[in-house]
């Protein structure tokens, strides 16, 4: 039987409930984190738990276990579960309220779930994104809400693409679940500065290829999307994925370039080295 974390326990997962008055159900007020393993080790743990904290504290709900405790329970539920290259998802809800407005006492829960590799062709040959003037609630909190891009998948699936890339008044910012990047005609990466989650394989992205390129954090605006020599996309699951066509513009020859083939190969020896050494 596979285990999860309620509050301050380890627990069967068919035992782990939250109430019906929950904000969470009621008002999809919370907040979440997820990353991957890579056999049984946590990649990129702590900066996930630092952001699942600094999310909680943006909403005000207060983690029923503390830093140190919580990451001793991960650790835990990773050898309890024993699921090799896997994914955990750390959930904090709004709380039962009394009122169905008020934020009550929150819950934690942590599941411990298989991922579903992406297929290769994504990574070899690129994805289509399809746009959408959209800008998200407190960008900057990794909040339960994705109710734009769960709401949008028919549209999504019918133009062929994978996902939306969110813009605001002409600024490109990010994609649902991912970041989102352009390498420009002088071979220099930008991505969106304000406005966005910052993701946690973003800023490791970022750190890595900073050793052979200039990163621009910036405003981004649409008009840049046409004469882009390149796009990416970068995310626990996506890792740097090739963008190739954006609505029905085709991102340089409409097939990954050479900077983005470059970084895929970078990432992976970059986790590899990570793991080794953190």
Request: glycine fraction near 8%.
């Amino acid at each position: 039987m596979v285990k999860c974390i309620l509050n301050n326990k380890i627990v069967n997962c068919y035992e782990a409930f939250i109430h019906i008055s929950d904000l969470t159900l009621l008002r999809g007020y919370g907040v979440f984190d997820f990353f991957r393993l890579v056999g049984l080790e946590p990649l990129y743990f702590h900066d996930h738990i630092e952001r699942f904290f600094h999310s909680a504290d943006a909403l005000r709900l207060k983690c029923p276990v503390g830093r140190k405790k919580l990451i001793s329970m991960i650790l835990e539920l990773i050898e309890t579960n024993n699921i090799r290259n896997s994914g955990i998802r750390i959930v904090l809800t709004g709380g039962a309220s009394e009122t169905g407005y008020s934020i009550g006492d929150p819950s934690l829960f942590v599941i411990n779930e298989p991922i579903n590799p992406l297929p290769k062709d994504y990574f070899a040959n690129g994805i289509k994104l399809i746009t959408h003037e959209y800008s998200r609630d407190l960008p900057e909190v990794k909040s339960i809400n994705y109710l734009m891009g769960i709401y949008k998948l028919p549209e999504i699936k019918k133009m062929g693409a994978l996902d939306l890339l969110f813009h605001w008044n002409g600024k490109i910012s990010e994609v649902t679940r991912s970041n989102f990047f352009i390498v420009d005609k002088d071979d220099r990466l930008i991505t969106a500065r304000h406005g966005v989650l910052k993701g946690i394989n973003r800023k490791h992205v970022i750190s890595m290829a900073k050793e052979r390129y200039i990163v621009e954090e910036r405003d981004l605006y649409l008009e840049e999307l046409a004469g882009a020599k390149e796009a990416f996309i970068t995310g626990t699951t996506k890792k740097v994925m090739p963008v190739c066509q954006v609505d029905d513009i085709l991102i340089g020859n409409g097939k990954p370039g050479p900077t983005t083939v470059q970084l895929q190969k970078m990432y992976e020896g970059y986790t590899e080295e990570f793991l080794k050494t953190n």
